[in-house]
């Protein structure tokens, strides 16, 4: 099902000159007891960014995953990258959520880096409903111009393939003008929001359950800790 968006996505990555990485030993993949679902990961070293991970995972018809987490170097107040794709094939649901996570929730920090995100928000109204959230708060590392659809078939393959290539563009976009101007939040300060993140998104990301389901704890923790949101305890 993602496939082609991963695809998109690793192609922006090698023109950037992205080398992919090995994830920690055992991390790389994993195949549940059933064999019906496997996950595989991966990392990618990227110039400008001090941590950049991909995951997918296959579940066949129950569930298709693509997600992954950009991180900009310290030097650069810019918003992680954060991509959550998935696609429950026997509900025909769709879960998609794009958006460039923001640091800080203030008019100046996205007056700087949201230029190109408050288009494509405006462009795709049929993936900027005003969802709510569940588990996540929304006023803490969204912004209010993600893109974020609960929808089914129709949003999955017209809009969705066409707002995630701009999306693309639009993260290269907005780094390239990031690096050329000078980052107002001190490298320390950004090192400790972007941990802030991890701990953040390890205690509510709602995929441990579905996880443990599938690979086990021993295995799903490592993985949230380890490999997710490494700088979470
Ligand atoms: C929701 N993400 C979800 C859900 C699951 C996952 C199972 C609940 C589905 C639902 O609400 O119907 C799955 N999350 C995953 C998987 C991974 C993961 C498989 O981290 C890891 C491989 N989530 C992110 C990122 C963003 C994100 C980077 O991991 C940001 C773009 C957003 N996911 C996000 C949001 C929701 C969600 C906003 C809805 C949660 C809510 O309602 O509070």
């Given at each position: 099902m993602?496939?082609?968006?991963l695809?998109q996505?690793?192609?922006g990555?090698?023109?950037?000159?992205?080398?992919?990485?090995?994830?920690?030993?055992?991390?790389?993949?994993?195949?549940?007891?059933k064999?019906?679902?496997?996950?595989?990961?991966?990392l990618?070293?990227?110039?400008?960014?001090?941590?950049w991970r991909?995951?997918?995972?296959?579940?066949?018809?129950?569930?298709?995953?693509?997600?992954?987490v950009?991180?900009?170097?310290?030097?650069?107040?810019?918003?992680l990258?954060?991509?959550d794709?998935?696609?429950?094939?026997?509900?025909?649901?769709?879960?998609a959520?794009?958006?460039?996570?923001?640091?800080?929730?203030?008019?100046?920090?996205?007056?700087?880096?949201?230029?190109e995100?408050?288009?494509?928000?405006?462009?795709?109204?049929?993936?900027?409903?005003?969802?709510t959230?569940?588990?996540?708060?929304?006023?803490?590392?969204?912004?209010?111009?993600?893109?974020?659809?609960?929808g089914?078939?129709?949003?999955?393959?017209?809009?969705?393939?066409?707002a995630?290539?701009a999306?693309?563009?639009?993260?290269w976009?907005?780094?390239e003008?990031?690096?050329?101007?000078?980052?107002?939040?001190?490298?320390?300060?950004?090192?400790?929001l972007?941990?802030?993140?991890d701990?953040?998104?390890a205690?509510r990301?709602?995929?441990?359950?579905?996880?443990?389901?599938?690979f086990?704890?021993?295995?799903?923790?490592?993985?949230l800790?380890?490999?997710?949101?490494p700088?979470?305890?």
């Amino acid at each position: 099902m993602f496939d082609s968006f991963l695809g998109q996505l690793n192609a922006g990555l090698e023109a950037r000159g992205g080398i992919k990485m090995p994830p920690p030993e055992g991390l790389d993949s994993c195949r549940s007891q059933k064999g019906s679902s496997e996950i595989f990961s991966w990392l990618w070293q990227v110039p400008g960014f001090r941590r950049w991970r991909v995951s997918r995972m296959d579940a066949g018809e129950s569930l298709q995953v693509l997600n992954s987490v950009a991180y900009p170097d310290l030097d650069n107040d810019q918003p992680l990258m954060g991509i959550d794709l998935l696609w429950f094939g026997g509900r025909q649901k769709l879960v998609a959520v794009l958006d460039f996570q923001p640091l800080k929730q203030d008019p100046e920090y996205f007056d700087r880096h949201f230029l190109e995100l408050r288009r494509l928000h405006e462009k795709f109204p049929e993936l900027s409903g005003e969802e709510t959230m569940r588990s996540f708060d929304p006023n803490q590392y969204f912004s209010p111009y993600l893109l974020f659809c609960r929808g089914g078939a129709d949003e999955a393959s017209s809009s969705l393939p066409v707002a995630f290539q701009a999306f693309l563009e639009s993260y290269w976009q907005m780094t390239e003008r990031s690096q050329a101007e000078t980052s107002l939040i001190a490298p320390d300060e950004v090192g400790k929001l972007q941990i802030a993140y991890d701990q953040y998104s390890a205690e509510r990301d709602p995929a441990h359950g579905l996880f443990t389901s599938h690979f086990g704890k021993s295995w799903s923790d490592r993985f949230l800790h380890e490999f997710l949101f490494p700088a979470s305890i």
